[in-house]
């Protein structure tokens, strides 16, 4: 079983910047990708960033990709989602989510977090 624990989320004004965490704990595998998704009121979750563990390699969806950076630290076993230049149509609930294999769906999710960017 893995844990992740979303942290972060506020309230923003418009180009504003934000830092989300995503704490991993638990029965984690020798690799495996975290992935950034979000959902807005009436909207589908969709995917925004992710990164595998062990290279760094990172993939972000093109609407984020001059705006949001992911990251990790091993030593703290987090992951993060450093967000700028914040838009109104940023707010979302945030969640990380982890997954053994390269591709596919994501095994574990956490609760998420809310971000509101006012205009």
């Known amino acids: 079983q893995v844990q992740l624990v979303e942290s972060g989320g506020g309230l923003v004004q418009a180009g504003g910047s934000l830092r989300l965490s995503c704490a991993v704990s638990g029965r984690t595998w020798a690799d495996y990708n975290i992935g950034w998704f979000r959902q807005a009121p009436g909207k589908e979750r969709e995917f925004v960033a992710g990164i595998r563990w062990n290279s760094g390699n990172t993939n972000y969806v093109e609407s984020t990709k001059a705006r949001f950076t992911i990251s990790r630290d091993n030593t703290k076993n987090t992951a993060y989602l450093q967000m700028t230049s914040l838009k109104p149509e940023d707010t979302a609930v945030y969640y990380c989510?982890?997954?053994?294999?390269?591709?596919?769906?994501?095994?574990?999710w956490g609760q998420g977090t809310q971000v509101t960017v006012s205009s």
């Open positions: 989510a982890i997954r053994r294999s390269l591709v596919g769906s994501f095994d574990y």
